[in-house]
């Protein structure tokens, strides 16, 4: 099936890190996203990861893939106040010779002071 | 230089009526494509093209249709709205194969009363 599960809302405080998680379906995935939705505006990609990587690590982002247990992870670390705004995490799925996106419901990041 | 555009960005409207949202984009990518995203911010695919082909079409009612006179516009037209298409419609275009980024328009709200 297709299916990509993340927890709806995180709180934490500015200067903290934040760690948003996912959970996917589709083990043949090649690669995995985040993207960021700010207030009033489209979807953003942050970053990713290709599948036979376990790590990927950009600024302040670390994201984490464990393919067994098919969970992806991103870590924010000294989360400021611009960085509040929904993170989705997508898998690919091949369709008809094609790759479509499958998104989670996104999580909800506010940091607060 | 907008990359991805739509219009308009606010559509309100009566059920019952049709009305069309236009996107275009000018980064030269050979896929398009509609998705909605309803008022919890889940996001789903509705519909892909490819060089003006009809590749994805999920589970959409037929009172949606796309349309792709160029491989750079991908119109939706919605016939008879009903209320529960209130939503914010997404385009977004790639290219094909490797990473395949989907570049996102900044949305129409559409709001059927």
């Known amino acids: 099936g297709e299916d990509v599960e993340q927890s709806l809302f995180l709180s934490v405080r500015e200067g903290d890190s934040s760690v948003i998680n996912c959970t996917y379906t589709?083990?043949?995935?090649?690669?995995l996203y985040w993207y960021k939705q700010e207030p009033g505006a489209g979807l953003q990609l942050l970053t990713y990861i290709f599948s036979n990587m376990d790590m990927k690590q950009d600024q302040r982002l670390t994201v984490l893939l464990n393919k067994k247990d098919k969970h992806l992870s991103l870590r924010i670390a000294d989360t400021q106040t611009g960085d509040s705004a929904i993170y989705f995490c997508a898998e690919s799925i091949q369709s008809g010779g094609y790759n479509k996106l499958i998104f989670g419901a996104g999580t909800r990041l506010a940091v607060h002071p | 230089d907008t990359a991805v555009s739509q219009t308009p960005k606010y559509l309100v409207t009566q059920m019952g009526n049709d009305k069309s949202i236009k996107c275009e984009q000018n980064?030269?990518?050979?896929?398009m494509y509609w998705y909605k995203q309803d008022s919890k911010k889940f996001l789903k695919i509705m519909f892909s093209y490819n060089n003006k082909e009809l590749i994805i079409n999920e589970t959409v009612p037929n009172r949606f249709s796309p349309k792709s006179p160029d491989k750079a516009h991908l119109n939706l037209h919605i016939n008879s709205l009903e209320l529960g298409d209130s939503a914010v419609y997404f385009c977004?275009?790639?290219?094909?194969?490797?990473?395949?980024?989907?570049?996102f328009g900044p949305g129409t709200r559409l709001t059927v009363l």
């Open positions: 589709d083990s043949s995935s090649t690669y």
């Open positions: 977004a275009s790639s290219q094909v194969g490797g990473l395949a980024e989907q570049f």
């Open positions: 980064l030269g990518h050979d896929t």
